[in-house]
Nanobody, 116 residues
Framework: QAQLVESGGGLVRPGGSLRLSCTASGSMFSIYIMAWYRQAPGKQRELVAA???????NYADSVKGRFTISRDDAKRTVDLQMNSLKPEDTAVYLCKVQSALGASVWGQGTQVTVSS
């Protein structure tokens, strides 16, 4: 059974950094897009960053220049390096992978809290 497991969340002070990692395991379709989403309390889930198999990336305007997404297809991992964190980055961060035909799998999420 396909599964995604996220790690790397935690509590960090404003201006700090965190690196999130997501690993796919089990029987999985051919992954085309790997992405990170986030959901803050009372807010809709939003795309943070995505990366295609070819390496093309897409970022939310609010994180451009601060976050970097990367993937390792051999290890079936996708990482999100988050720098210059702000309190408004506080959310549950979820990993998602998607095939070229649109099939997708979500992870359970990891909490990121930015607070002094």
């Amino acid at each position: 059974q396909a599964q995604l497991v996220e790690s790397g969340g935690g509590l960090v002070r404003p201006g700090g950094s965190l690196r999130l990692s997501c690993t796919a395991s089990g029987s999985m379709f051919s992954i085309y897009i790997m992405a990170w989403y986030r959901q803050a309390p009372g807010k809709q889930r939003e795309l943070v960053a995505a990366i295609t198999r070819g390496g093309s990336t897409n970022y939310a305007d609010s994180v451009k220049g601060r976050f970097t997404i990367s993937r390792d297809d051999a290890k079936r991992t996708v990482d999100l390096q988050m720098n210059s964190l702000k309190p408004e980055d506080t959310a549950v961060y979820l990993c998602k992978v998607q095939s070229a035909l649109g099939a997708s799998v979500w992870g359970q999420g990891t909490q990121v809290t930015v607070s002094s």
